[in-house]
């Protein structure tokens, strides 16, 4: 058996999404379980372990966003302290220039005070890339060879209003689109609090379509095999 990614011998599993996304026991209440059934890829040891920063990033990113629901918040009080407090470090690389915000719940009308921090893009795009391509060999038993494009939904809110605001507008038309697009298509997953997903049949211009849900408010829309 290979690598989901590349073409050397698997030599353990990879967890899909990173299984850091997914609370402890110990950090539950009594029965509630959110590691039911994870799902696991093939994998050579480079592509299993040398991404286990990336992971952290984009569970750390996930939970400081505004959409994000209790289980979200649960494991920024109790991982993300945790290794806060074992590398003080850390927080200070992923929050690069942290300055504060104002954001507006569409939907509720009010005013959250926040902290905009400048995303480390090609970190965030590698830990989604992996993540869709894993899920692309889970679904079809096959590698995907060609490109993947992700789009974040979930950084709207927490963008810099300056540089934002153009980025915004484009990402609300595109968010609105793909709501629309799987408005209908069922979720896969065991664990919906933590993560869900949909898959779409493409056509000519996409080969096919993804949507991932984390926390249930953090949306993520994966194209196979996209232009460009
Ligand atoms: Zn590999």
Redesign the pocket.
């Known amino acids: 058996m290979t690598?989901y990614?590349?073409d050397?011998k698997a030599q353990g599993v990879e967890h899909v999404p990173p299984r850091c996304l997914f609370p402890e026991k110990k950090d539950l209440p009594e029965g509630v379980d959110h590691r039911k059934q994870l799902i696991t890829v093939p994998?050579?040891d480079?592509?299993n372990t040398a991404k286990s920063q990336d992971d952290e990033y984009l569970l750390y990113l996930l939970v400081i966003n505004l959409p994000a629901n209790e289980t979200a918040k649960n494991q920024f009080f109790t991982k993300i302290m945790r290794s806060i407090q074992r590398n003080p470090g850390l927080i200070k690389k992923f929050m690069a220039n942290p300055h504060p915000v104002i954001a507006v719940d569409k939907e509720t009308g009010q005013a959250h005070h926040t902290v905009a921090v400048n995303i480390d893009d090609a970190r965030l795009d590698s830990a989604l890339e992996h993540i869709a391509r894993a899920l692309y060999f889970y679904y079809f038993k096959t590698k995907w060879l060609g490109s993947v494009r992700t789009q974040p939904d979930f950084l709207l809110a927490s963008l810099d209003p300056e540089k934002g605001r153009e980025r915004n507008k484009l990402g609300e038309y595109m968010v609105a689109a793909a709501d629309q697009l799987f408005s209908a298509s069922d979720f896969h997953g065991e664990n919906p609090d933590v993560f869900k997903c949909q898959v779409l049949e493409g056509n000519e211009n996409v080969h096919k379509l993804m949507r991932l849900h984390f926390y249930n408010g953090c949306r993520v829309s994966v194209f196979f095999g996209a232009n460009g």
Do not use: G, I, L
Request: overall charge neutral; some cysteine; glycine content about 0%.
């Open positions: 690598c990614m590349c050397r994998a050579c480079e592509h």
